[in-house]
């Protein structure tokens, strides 16, 4: 009876969370068009869904754009996490805060923002402005994910290899980076995951000969819901639902 309270709220805050995502899933079988009342099973719009080449390219553009700009922001964002801890300079608290603005300033401020650079800079818009956006609003969360697990490292490790004449190379590839990949993969993850569902950035910054994904939804329910998208988040859903649960797999101890 001491725990009801505390399960009740969690089972309403989970049922908050999932309740929508079941619905979306149950109306992508819905027979209707257009229509929020339930008229009977169907696998139509999955196959409408299947054969809809324009929005089979749209998710190809959102998956090269998302793995390219994913691992490019890892990367940059690994790398300036190891030096902000690492090594001392003039400005490092400062750089370190200017992070957590870039993450906490609004999209359309980013989106404005990447507009008039590349205009510019005169940079079409396209692939390379969106990778380029995609990179700049990635790199925060990684930093700021790798910068939290390496400030738990023992301290005494870097300076045990120095003293056995590790140069800083050494230390890097041989105690660093074993110790940083999970660190790594979970911004590579997240940088995956903001870049696949970022639309307001990304409709500054696209151009009319590469479309992505959200754009491409955003699109289409503009004259309404359609089923065939309800189909399209719930394949997303089931592939994301894969995806972690493989992660967990893959980091779970040997005993």
Known sequence: MRRLPAVSYLTTIYLFFYIPII???????????????????????YQELFSDMDLWVAVGHSFVLGIFAATIAMCIGGLAAV??????FFGQKVLYGLVFILILSPDIVMGISLLILFSLLKISLGFWSLLLAHITFCIPFVVVTVYSRIVSFDQYIFEA?????????????????PLLWPALLAGWLLSFTLSLDDVIISYFVAGPD?????????????????????????????????VIVLSQLIGRKKP
Not at 23 to 45: C, D, E, P, T
Not at 222 to 227: D, S
């Open 210 to 242: 590469f479309e992505i994904l959200p754009l491409k939804i955003y699109s289409m329910v503009r004259l309404g819901v359609k089923p065939e998208i309800n189909a399209l988040c719930s394949i997303t859903f089931l592939l994301t639902l894969v």
């Open 23 to 45: 619905v979306l899933i149950v109306y992508s079988f819905n027979k209707a068009q257009y229509s929020l009342v339930w008229h009977g099973f169907s696998m139509r719009w």
């Open 161 to 177: 290899a120095k003293d056995l004449g590790a140069k800083d190379t050494v230390i890097f590839t041989r105690i660093i980076l």
């Open 83 to 88: 030096c902000l801890y690492r090594y001392s």
